[in-house]
């Protein structure tokens, strides 16, 4: 079957740094999505990778090993409005998203 | 008009009732999907519409029904629901369905049934 798997919930530091990890089994791979969601608002996409290696954009950065099924989120410098959930997508190879469960995030001052 | 709207966005209703969601999309998109998501657990896509026609239905109950007008309009009507219903319901859009296409998402409609 196909599994995305996150942890439920982490809590970090205001200006610290926090690494958000997700590892996936699926029929095929067509690139990872990681996306926010803050309570009782719409997913807004935050990065995608297809091929190995780190992507960095701003604050945040996104890794991927595909022959390890394993991506991180990595956010820098965390600010209160960094707290949300934070979910990774794979999609497979009938280009369909399958999703984690998601990851609370929750920033203390 | 920005992105994705749906309404209502927010709805109770009985289990003998027949409602409907609206998800509207003014980004120019050719596929729209509709998504629910429950507490804690993973989005789970219900329907895939491409270019208007349904490429999509997984293994979705028959009490709830798609329509797709045409390519910025998607409903889904809602009849004789149930109780495990209950569940945010998200529509999203996309330029394609093929790799690095992210989905835009509209706020939902967090539905009741009761």
């Known amino acids: 079957g196909q599994n995305i798997d996150q942890p439920t919930e982490m809590t970090a530091t205001e200006g610290a740094i926090v690494q958000i990890n997700c590892t996936y089994q699926t029929s095929g791979f067509n690139g990872l999505f990681w996306y926010q969601q803050h309570a009782g608002e719409a997913p807004t996409f935050l990065s995608y990778n297809v091929l190995d290696g780190l992507e960095e954009k701003g604050r945040f950065s996104s890794f991927l090993s595909r022959s390890k099924g394993y991506s991180y989120l990595l956010l820098k410098e965390l600010q209160m409005k960094d707290s949300a959930s934070y979910l990774c997508?794979?999609?497979?190879?009938?280009?369909?998203?399958?999703w984690g469960a998601g990851t609370k995030l929750i920033i203390k001052p | 008009e920005t992105g994705v709207t749906q309404t209502p966005r927010h709805l109770v209703m009985g289990m003998t009732n027949k409602k409907s969601l609206k998800c509207e999309q003014h980004l120019g998109h050719n596929a729209m999907y509709w998504y629910k998501q429950s507490a804690k657990k993973p989005l789970e896509l219900m329907f895939v519409?491409?270019?208007?026609?349904?490429?999509e239905n997984n293994s979705v109950p028959s009490r709830f029904s798609p329509e797709c007008p045409n390519s910025s309009h998607l409903f889904l009507h809602l009849h004789t629901l149930q109780p495990e219903d209950s569940a945010l319901y998200l529509c999203a859009s996309s330029q394609e369905i093929a790799p690095s296409y992210e989905q835009y998402f509209g706020p939902g409609t967090r539905l009741t049934v009761t």
């Open positions: 997508a794979v999609m497979d190879s009938n280009y369909q998203l399958i």
């Open positions: 519409y491409n270019f208007k026609e349904q490429t």
